[in-house]
């Protein structure tokens, strides 16, 4: 596994255990990854139009979840525009469309079987955990 992978696994191991038992990301470690993954970008020689290009999808959840007042964590846009420093516009997209039908079919098995209310927040970095594995190992 390179090196991109195994920084990227961890990111997404650390903030989805906060996610989880906290239901917030870690910011600290998220803009340390940040500055990484632009630097890295800048050093490549991919920042411009790819590396803009898949933080612009970052900064699209952003404005969703400024627009939206929050049904949309804040925080999963800023973990996604983190994610696109180092991603590929192509990789991200897969590994949100994966992560979204599994958020999907979790919120629909909590909701039919377990009851749940509608307004009950789901943490989704687990599912961009599971979508980013999936994606590695398939």
Do not use: H
Request: hydrophobic share 55%.
């Amino acid at each position: 596994m390179s090196s991109v992978k195994i920084c990227m696994t961890v990111l997404l191991v650390i903030n989805t255990w906060t996610d989880i038992r906290k239901k917030e990301i870690c910011l600290p470690v998220l803009f340390i990854f940040l500055a990484g993954g632009i630097l890295w970008r800048i050093r490549q020689g991919l920042l411009w139009p790819a590396g803009i290009i898949s933080m612009g999808i970052g900064v699209f959840i952003i404005l969703i979840a400024l627009i939206s007042g929050g049904m949309v964590g804040f925080g999963d846009g800023l973990l996604i525009l983190t994610m696109g420093s180092v991603l590929g516009t192509g990789e991200l997209a897969g590994i949100l469309c994966g992560a979204l039908l599994l958020c999907g079919i979790y919120s629909g098995i909590e909701y039919l079987m377990l009851k749940k209310s509608r307004s009950e927040e789901i943490p989704f970095v687990p599912f961009l955990l599971i979508g980013y594995l999936g994606g590695i190992f398939l």
